[in-house]
């Protein structure tokens, strides 16, 4: 098992209780409180740990008593959503009745994720997209990728069952469900000044919508044929 999957492991642990309210440990969980703040503002090479600690109100000391070193506080920070949504994500898909009932509901938890770890999301956004922080993309990629494999793979049972059709890139399929929300997180509130396009800032109007559109496509259902 690789660094960063023994870090989602014991994440995906601590996250047993993940909406219950429930902690392994309160210094732990205000160190990673302060963290995200810290990474979601300076970016990893603007960050420091004496930033970290003064944001959480304890000396440098207490941090690395918990964290070895920055670099395994950061994976901690995006481990420990991506854990919470791994959580959710296997309930939703694993109780879906249809292919269409998953998606729809993936949507919406992945919408909500994203607005409820709105410094995580952005954090991960900013690290994507921008240069400097090129040799820490591989270490956010691969701590993404298990959910992505997650909805992949629901979509291929899906298709191997024949509920969707056998030339269907499930691959893409996933990315567009995944990219629509992003777009949706990044743009909600430019689109609800936008006239032509409140009805699209609308988070349940959307997900239901972005879902239909990537099962059923915008293709007219042809009536009256054999």
Known sequence: MGRTQRFMSSQLHDCSGCGTGESTSTGRV???????????????????????????????STVFHHFESKEALYLAVISRA??????????????????????????????????????????ILRELQDERFG?????I??????????????????????????????EVAAIALFSANVF???????MARTPELTGASD??????????LVLNGLNATESGSD
Request: charged share 20%; glycine share 8%.
């Open 30 to 60: 205000r160190l990673l409180v302060a963290a995200e703040t810290e990474f979601a503002e300076r970016g990893y090479s603007g960050a420091s740990i004496a930033g970290i600690a003064r944001r959480a109100g304890v000396g440098k």
């Open 82 to 123: 991506a854990a919470e949504f791994a959580h959710t994500l296997e309930h939703v898909l694993s109780s879906s009745e249809s292919v269409g009932e998953g998606l729809a509901r993936f949507q919406a938890a992945h919408l909500d994720h994203m607005h409820r770890n709105a410094q995580v999301a952005r954090l």
């Open 135 to 139: 040799h820490d993309r591989p270490l």
């Open 141 to 170: 990629a691969e701590v993404l990728s298990a959910n992505y494999t997650r909805l992949l793979r629901f979509l291929q049972s899906a298709q191997s069952r024949g509920e969707i059709r056998a030339d269907a890139d499930c």
């Open 184 to 190: 949706h997180f990044q743009y909600a509130g430019a």
């Open 203 to 212: 988070s349940g109007r959307f997900t239901q919508s972005i879902s239909d």
